[in-house]
């Protein structure tokens, strides 16, 4: 039998992250490699309590197991929404918020509604793989802007806006972003804005991060800037419930969310009702913030010993990001070194990073970063693994 | 602010259904216009029984939490895949099974692996709506072949085929289809498919039903008459569990699959893990046939009642199907009449049916035959319900 595959899918590959997971699963292997949120920070015992009493419940149990609509079970959005209003000044007048099947679905259906095949995406370079094949399988072209420690070059930004008239959007994860645990500026923040205004572009803000934040000062969100509904907010439950509920939102202007939720009801029609009911009865219940303030704990413990370990171990001739909050951290090789190898050399010697190709718009192109994650290696692992790789990094700036 | 959509979102309009189940959501309103299977047929106290058994051991429910792989939950697609082998001779030895976020997931993805915008779908009219516009997202020409009691007619089927050199597929629901509750005789299935096999197109065989039989005899699946891999099967829980739970699964050939899979990644990453370790142990646990023969049961109770009253109530000339199990079942009245003037007509006397436009290709254009549903509406709202829209049929036969 031969497939005849739609255009969308003959380019695509599967993720090259995927690709590394595998590589990286042996059991002795050290991973650095990882995108997963600490399982000591999924809030269990409290999940338990409220499933428990859901399920206590046959007649509200019962309702949990029949259709709903599309745009969300009405407790999950109205507190989601509240949270959203109240705590980050995001959903204006004509904004409305839906939930989603993870972040992740959000950007997929914001696509749906605005992509056509050969329509353009500006993207951070390096940004999120997995959102950079979302893209693609709508057939868009991927414009990479350079990321720098305080977010997009913007005078390369506003040179891919003139260039490029069928840029639809912007996509920017603003806040510790995956993968350099870069935090964008207010100020280009505002800027970025400004120059989506000139160019009549919109802006798609992915905010997976934005809530484990450890250090410095909360930085207003891009979609809390804007008041013509220009900034489409995705965001997740996967980092401060657990991902695997697959519960995140989406927050957009009414005229265009209408549009979003007629391609929700032709993608999954609603998202699962027991799991909509379980966390909105967790957030009603318990505090949330309390829960995430446990979870930076942590998250600070661990990027500050691998910060220290690289500060005792790694040449200087490596730059590493210092992310204010998230899961990564980012490490940039001298330039014209590419990072695949110090990766190969890694998994050699059982630890492994990933390397900042996977990131990239053109991921066969050598590139000099490379990602870290310290939310899922012990602090033991942190120790040995950053002393390890200290050693193949010495090894690597001999070649 | 003036928002650009994409194309495939221009012509799209929310489902014309889920108007007319806000039409008819009026407290004293009978209602036969619904889609849902009975909350009696959920299995309440057993998936009840499992969740608690799920969250009383904390380890293996905070690997629910923790993110999953794209194909599925192993043991929630090893049970489906058992199930379906054994009990309906699927899974050739080349074909893949995944769990979906729902049957209609499974025809989204699909469709993402292999439609190009301009090219065909054939359908069957009537259809189930919710593909309909599944495939609009993605800019397919919907070619419509009209449905006879035991099948599409297969002479209208092969001149679409011949006369589109870009059809990709043929989508049916063969059995207790929805709209009509027809099913597509034994023959009818294996000439579609050789037809398929003939004009080199794939048939994406939908069947949420197929277990709800009643009465009758079993008739084989096309994906277990197909050898090489041009059936793909989309399968549901949502009529056998629960259709909150959203859970479906697809079946397809193994190359066809790996596409179908990048496409979930590049939608929801995965489906919700919680939900599948809850099925998968309900699934193992207990006795899906047994469940299932209760509900068929309910299903034939409530048909028969129906066509009871029809039959005793009904004027001559509206022929109505038969089905052997399903939710549905269609009335046809004289041609050239449209259905849509009996829906109103029933809505001032508060009995709801759903007119036939709503599941065509052309939406706007007369229809003669309505659909009614037997699985939500008591006993006496049958018997009150049919007996008023017969007065309906009547007066509106006169005009």
Not at 380 to 390: P, Y
Request: aromatic fraction near 8%; hydrophobic fraction near 40%.
């Amino acid at each position: 039998m031969q497939y005849h595959f739609s255009e969308r899918m003959l380019t695509i590959q599967p993720s090259a992250v995927r690709e590394i997971f595998k590589l990286t699963n042996a059991p002795d292997m050290i991973s650095f490699s990882a995108g997963n949120p600490s399982p000591d920070t999924f809030p269990i015992d409290a999940l338990r309590q409220v499933t428990e009493n859901l399920i206590s419940d046959k007649a509200a149990f019962s309702k949990m197991l029949q259709y709903g609509i599309s745009e969300g079970y009405n407790p999950m959005i109205d507190v989601t929404a509240k949270r959203m209003k109240e705590k980050f000044n995001m959903m204006g007048e004509d904004d409305k918020l839906i939930i989603t099947s993870g972040g992740q679905q959000g950007i997929d259906l914001f696509c749906k509604a605005v992509v056509d095949a050969g329509d353009a995406v500006i993207v951070e370079a390096p940004s999120f793989v997995g959102s950079l094949n979302t893209f693609r399988t709508y057939g868009a072209q991927l414009i990479p802007v350079p990321m720098q420690p305080d977010g997009m070059d913007l005078d390369l930004l506003e040179k891919a806006l003139k260039e490029n008239p069928r840029v639809r959007f912007i996509y920017c994860i603003a806040t510790f972003q995956n993968p350099s645990g870069y935090t964008t500026s207010l100020e280009k923040r505002k800027a970025m804005l400004e120059l989506a205004r000139k160019y009549d572009v919109l802006i798609l803000e992915d905010g997976p991060y934005n809530e484990l934040r450890f250090s410095g000062e909360h930085v207003p969100t891009i979609k809390s800037l804007d008041t013509e509904g220009r900034v489409i907010f995705s965001g997740s439950y996967s980092k401060v419930i657990s991902p695997g509920v697959r519960l995140g939102f989406l927050i957009a202007g009414n005229e265009l969310m209408q549009k979003i939720v007629i391609g929700k009801q032709a993608t999954d029609v609603h998202t699962n009702l027991f799991m909509q009911a379980i966390a909105s009865e967790f957030l009603s219940k318990y505090d949330l913030d309390a829960h995430i303030a446990k979870a930076c704990a942590l998250y600070k413990h661990k990027a500050e010993l691998m910060l220290k370990c690289i500060d005792a171990e790694m040449p200087k001739e490596i730059v590493f990001s210092r992310p204010e909050g998230g899961l990564f951290l980012w490490g940039v090789l001298p330039e014209g070194k590419d990072s695949a190898e110090l990766f190969n050399m890694g998994v050699e010697k059982k630890v492994a990073v990933v390397p900042g190709r996977a990131f990239m718009v053109d991921d066969r192109a050598p590139c000099n970063g490379f990602r870290l994650n310290y939310s899922m290696p012990t602090d033991e692992q942190i120790v040995n693994g950053i002393s390890i790789l200290a050693g193949c990094v010495k090894e690597f700036l001999k070649k």
